[in-house]
């Protein structure tokens, strides 16, 4: 489905990490781009080096973000896409982590979110808003408690508004795009109690899949977008053996944020403060990251799992009925 637009664009979360590669992307495709993040610095030096707006404020804290959205619509105009993508997490076991600091996550990942589409629907009678989700969405790992809680709590809060936007017969779409692991910098600056640095779980991907995903939703208005075959593997494989997931991540999803970095199991990282990182899209493990990945539609993907099957079955069987 074509999708005629102002191309205007808002990014929550568009310093560094996948929504940078989300704001070079839509600049590349021709549109006016705004930013609101925390770190003032990033932000500067993202404006100097891209010419895009920006606004600072905490995606977490609802009246900020309300107030830095509309400077931005003030100065670009009413915005025919919105991202929201602004994220937090702490490498941490849940017994570890402090309430404030759980809570912390919560707020800016997937309250975030709520804002962030709460800010574009005063502004917004007919667009694209996209939610960026995660594979942890549909399948938890352990040492990311709060952040795996958050994207659950986003797929949820994006089917309920999707809902009440179609009642209304509104002309904005919701979209959620499903990522896999990226190589940001969450894994250079994030708060970490491990004894080695984190890394992205392999397959590791860099974050222009995750920003060519993005593009297809706002050209689609797609309802989900699996980003990966490690998605994939992540929610069919929730579906159908939950307990061996269970079983099988208790330590393969606790060895594979390891990297063979060693590194003090006490790291601050950003989580209440920004910490001095470049506007980068990539963190610092480029040299093992993939520059592709299947990105399929994700009703396309279960009627295909839920009704290719059976089918698949039942000519199978009357094959094997011929043959008798």
């Known amino acids: 489905m074509s999708y005629d637009h102002n191309k205007i664009a808002i990014v929550i ?6 929504g940078r590669a989300i704001v070079d992307t839509l600049l590349r495709d021709g549109y006016a781009v705004g930013v609101v993040a925390r770190g003032t610095a990033r932000l500067d030096d993202l404006a100097r080096k891209t010419g895009v707006a920006v606004a600072t404020a905490d995606a977490g804290d609802a009246a900020a973000l309300d107030a830095a959205a509309s400077e931005l619509v003030g100065r670009l105009g009413v915005p025919g896409v919105w991202v929201n993508c602004a994220m937090a997490t702490s490498f941490s076991p849940f017994m ?3 309430p404030d600091e759980f809570e912390r996550i919560m707020r800016t990942t997937f309250l975030g979110q709520v804002n962030g589409t709460r800010a574009a629907l005063r502004h917004m009678s007919r667009g694209r808003i996209v939610n960026i989700g995660s594979g942890l969405a549909y399948r938890s790992v352990p040492l990311q408690s709060a952040y795996c809680a958050a994207k659950h709590a986003i797929n949820g809060f994006t089917s309920s508004v999707r809902s009440e936007l179609i009642a209304a017969d509104s002309k904005v779409t919701m979209s959620l795009v499903q990522l896999p692991a990226m190589n940001t910098p969450q894994f250079d600056w994030a708060r ?7 890394q992205p779980a392999p397959p590791i991907y860099a974050p222009q899949v995750a920003a060519d995903a993005v593009m297809q939703a ?6 989900e977008l699996f980003v990966g075959k490690s998605v994939l593997k992540l929610i069919f494989g929730q579906f159908l053996l939950p307990d061996y997931l269970d079983k099988r991540l208790a330590d393969d999803g606790i060895s594979g944020q390891l990297s063979d970095q060693r590194q003090p199991g006490d790291r601050a990282g950003n989580l209440f403060e920004p910490t001095a990182y470049p506007s980068s899209a ?10 592709r990945a299947v990105t399929v ?3 396309v993907a279960r009627k295909v799992a839920f009704l290719g099957l059976p089918a698949l079955a039942f000519v199978a069987g009357v094959l094997l009925a011929r043959r008798r």
Do not use: C, H, Y
């Open 13 to 18: 979360g568009g310093s560094a990490g996948v």
């Open 96 to 98: 570890e982590m402090s």
């Open 192 to 198: 970490s109690r491990l004894p080695m640095k984190p």
């Open 218 to 223: 706002i050209r689609t208005g797609a309802r």
């Open 282 to 291: 990539e963190g610092s493990f480029g040299e093992a990251q993939s520059d």
């Open 297 to 299: 539609d994700g009703d």
